[in-house]
């Protein structure tokens, strides 16, 4: 009876545990794992998990198997920051590295091996993805009557023949304002529908794009020149030099 009241007190690891004749080998797990068992004497489960200290149930040799060959995970250093995830406004960096020893037999797991943390993208071409842009077809005649030119600015007079375009742009359409179907030609623009928008002419050396032709992949916005409200978003698929855009086309203005 006194071999009893012992076994059932805290000095479980004097070998009086219930099924704890077991084997931990090749059975050794890190923290809390009800799959790591073996059975033990009289068909009860004895474990081979670390957290098997706590509750008293090891099996006989853990400590021999386990413990002693227990090998931590072991990391190398972290790697540079990579660069920030949008070019424009906030994004975010990533770091990571990598476990050069894994852990065995119940070793220490491996910490984290990835980190972010913010950032703020500050790409030269950044100005360009805060621009407006102004578009006509490309049939509009240049003295139309634009709501944002300023009373008494006298308009540019243009030659006898267009020129050709500098370059134009491949926009898909994201967001279309309701008051765009005042218009026969803005009553075409659809969301999720791609755009040609030509550039003809309005590059120089100080500006070397047209206003509004924003960044490959990002979201920018652009109205109508001659429909009072009609605005939209879209994003910039691409720009090819020296091109012509294929009929309807619109025109940076």
Not at 50 to 67: L, M
Request: charge should be positive; proline fraction near 8%; hydrophobic fraction near 30%.
């Amino acid at each position: 009876m006194r071999g009893l009241l012992l076994c059932g007190g805290w000095l479980l690891a004097a070998g009086c545990l219930v099924g704890a004749s077991g084997s931990c080998r090749h059975r050794c797990c890190p923290g809390r794992n009800n799959a790591c068992w073996v059975p033990g004497a009289r068909r009860a489960h004895c474990y081979c998990d670390s957290y098997c200290q706590r509750t008293g149930d090891c099996c006989q040799d853990y400590h021999s198997v386990c413990r002693r060959a227990a090998v931590g995970c072991a990391v190398g250093p972290w790697g540079p920051w990579s660069g920030c995830s949008s070019p424009c406004g906030v994004g975010s960096r990533a770091r990571s590295r990598q476990v050069t020893v894994p852990p065995r037999h119940g070793g220490e797991p491996c910490p984290d091996l990835k980190q972010r943390r913010g950032c703020l993208g500050e790409h030269p071409t950044c100005g360009a993805a805060k621009e407006v842009a102004k578009i006509l077809p490309d049939s509009f005649s240049r003295d139309f009557r634009d709501p944002w030119r300023r009373a008494g600015m006298l308009l540019l007079e243009e030659p006898s023949r267009s020129p050709r375009p500098s370059y134009c742009g491949y926009f898909r359409l994201t967001q279309v304002g309701p008051r765009c179907r005042g218009q026969a030609w803005s009553r075409r623009l659809h969301p999720d529908k791609q755009v040609c928008v030509e550039c003809r002419g309005g590059t120089s050396q100080r500006r070397p794009h047209c206003t509004g032709h924003g960044l490959q992949g990002a979201r920018t916005f652009w109205v109508a020149a001659s429909v009072a409200g009609c605005q939209g978003s879209w994003v910039q698929e691409g720009l090819q030099e020296g091109c012509v855009c294929s009929p309807p086309a619109l025109i940076f203005v």
